[in-house]
Nanobody, 126 residues
Framework: QVQLVESGGGLVQAGGSLRLSCAAS????????MGWFRQAPGKEREFVAA????????YYVDSVKGRFTISRDNAKYSVYLQMNSLKPEDTAAYYC???????????????????WGQGTQVTVSS
């Protein structure tokens, strides 16, 4: 089983940057594809980015391409989301998720993931 804890959220002005971190428990972190999702009030959970167990494949939703970067450090049992050029529409609770997978397939649907963190709030002011 994997436990996930997100950190790094906060309040930032439009155009600013934040780096989210997700720390995982358990010695099998390297066997999991990792994803970031977000959910704004009154909206459905939205896929943001994901990365395979090896870090060799990544996928982003169109709205964050060129602005967000997902990365992972298997030695530190962590995955990161660097968010630059933030916009007010990026405001949401951001969740880290893990899916047991040794393939290079990048999971993009929320129901493909096995474990979830509690979330961290990102608020972008205009």
């Amino acid at each position: 089983q994997v436990q996930l804890v997100e950190s790094g959220g906060g309040l930032v002005q439009a155009g600013g940057s934040l780096r989210l971190s997700c720390a995982a428990s358990g010695r099998t972190f390297g066997r999991y594809a990792m994803g970031w999702f977000r959910q704004a009030p009154g909206k459905e959970r939205e896929f943001v980015a994901a990365i395979t167990w090896s870090g060799g494949s990544r996928y982003y939703v169109d709205s964050v391409k060129g602005r967000f970067t997902i990365s992972r450090d298997n030695a530190k049992y962590s995955v990161y989301l660097q968010m630059n050029s933030l916009k007010p529409e990026d405001t949401a609770a951001y969740y880290c998720a893990a899916k047991g997978s040794f393939s290079e397939y990048v999971p993009r649907q929320w129901n493909e993931y096995d474990y979830w963190g509690q979330g961290t709030q990102v608020t972008v002011s205009s």
